[in-house]
């Protein structure tokens, strides 16, 4: 894949990952601190999460095409370093309660429904271009086969 589609795609997750960690956040901190009360400045915690957790896709990037082997083996690994860099930030925080065991279980299972999420997303998104794509090719095919009235090559 060349580089500039792979930072479009980037650019993409980035915006899924956005929005799914401020679900997830939100839907954490309701559970176990609904009572606390924010500045506007931790509206931007999401997009910086996002913003981390962007670093660690980097793993899945080649310039061939990777084999269906190698690329379940980038994003397990990625996986790994995702749950790594939010579970850095959650111990780092003195805002969140990590001496809970629950809350890290629940940090670290919320990490891991949003990289379902975002790659199902993305798949979704890939599959209706290819649907697309694949439409496109075969109106050219049906307009190529009628212009001279012969089969295409």
Not at 52 to 65: G, I, K
Not at 86 to 95: E, T
Not at 111 to 137: C, G, H, P, S, Y
């Amino acid at each position: 894949m060349e580089f500039k589609r792979f930072l479009v795609n980037k650019l993409t997750l980035f915006f899924a990952l956005s929005t799914l960690i401020a679900v997830a956040v939100s839907l954490i901190g309701s559970a176990f601190d609904s009572q606390a009360r924010f500045g506007y400045g931790v509206m931007l915690k999401p997009i910086e999460y996002a913003a981390l957790c962007l670093l660690p896709t980097f793993v899945t990037w080649s310039r061939r095409e990777l084999s269906p082997k190698a690329l379940l083996l980038r994003k397990a690994l990625m996986l790994l370093l995702l749950e790594g860099v939010m579970l850095f930030i959650a111990f780092a925080s003195p805002d969140m309660d990590t001496e809970r065991p629950e809350v890290v279980l629940v940090i670290a299972g919320s990490v891991l429904v949003v990289f379902v999420l975002a790659n199902l997303f993305l798949w979704l998104k890939d599959a209706a271009e290819a649907k697309n794509l694949n439409r496109d090719l075969e109106k050219f095919q049906k307009l190529y086969e009628g212009a001279d009235g012969e089969e295409a090559p």
